[in-house]
């Protein structure tokens, strides 16, 4: 199974600043098949980036993905007070789906 | 637009077994999509359960394998998660997903609390 470690655990930054998450995985993800997803208070996830790199229907291009093999990174130029929220990427392989165990953005 | 709703007991009593159904509208769960079960306990991360197919293929998470039944009911458009003999650890947001585009989640169900509590 592969473990999926994202960092930094809580981010604090200001409107207008770049943030960069990062998730690493113990093994090299299958096909590239990563994807993130943002999280706020009291709602369900939703899919920001699939495959490492390609945003998902309706997602602002502030956001941004990108690497390969073990180690990912989630891009938000720009930040707006609405990009507070909990951050988690997710990776399937071998019948199998793995989470990271969150990044918390908060904007100051 | 395909929309998920789980519906199900909020409370569980310890040992006993946890159902849930989620409801599948504005699309064919016949797609060619899978089908998921994902929690949430408290404050924490998420955590994939088990995935099915409208073949009935299935696939579950290692850790909760022993416990877990995942079902579907083409004719009411819907499937179902069994998880028994649950404890206090498998109090969570259950939420319903659909795979979508490199086995991504791109539609979730807005999730459902169960507590497991006598």
């Known amino acids: 199974e592969i473990v999926l470690t994202q960092s930094p655990g809580t981010l604090s930054l200001s409107p207008g600043e770049r943030a960069t998450l990062s998730c690493r995985a113990s093994q090299s993800v299958n096909n590239n098949y990563l994807a993130w997803y943002q999280q706020k208070p009291g709602q369900a996830p939703r899919l920001l980036i699939y495959g490492a790199s390609t945003r998902a229907t309706g997602i602002p291009d502030r956001f941004s993905g990108s690497g390969s093999g073990t180690d990912f990174t989630l891009t938000i130029s720009r930040l707006e007070p609405e990009d507070s929220a909990v951050y988690y990427c997710q990776q399937y392989g071998g019948s199998l789906y793995t989470f990271g165990q969150g990044t918390k953005l908060a904007i100051k | 637009q395909v929309q998920l709703q789980e519906s199900g007991p909020g409370l569980v009593k310890p040992s006993g077994t946890l159902s849930l159904t989620c409801a599948v509208s504005?699309?064919?769960?016949?797609?060619?999509?899978?089908w998921s079960w994902v929690r949430q306990p408290p404050g924490k991360g998420l955590e994939w359960i088990a995935e099915?197919?409208?073949?009935?293929?299935?696939n579950y998470s290692p850790s909760l394998k022993s416990r877990v039944t995942i079902s579907l009911d083409k004719s009411k458009n819907q499937f179902s998660l069994k998880l028994n003999s649950v404890t206090a650890a498998d109090t969570a947001v259950y939420y319903c997903a659909r795979e979508g585009i490199q086995n991504a989640f791109d539609i979730w169900g807005q999730g459902t609390l169960v507590t497991v509590s006598s």
């Open positions: 504005g699309g064919s769960i016949s797609s060619s999509n899978w």
């Open positions: 099915i197919y409208h073949s009935g293929s299935t």
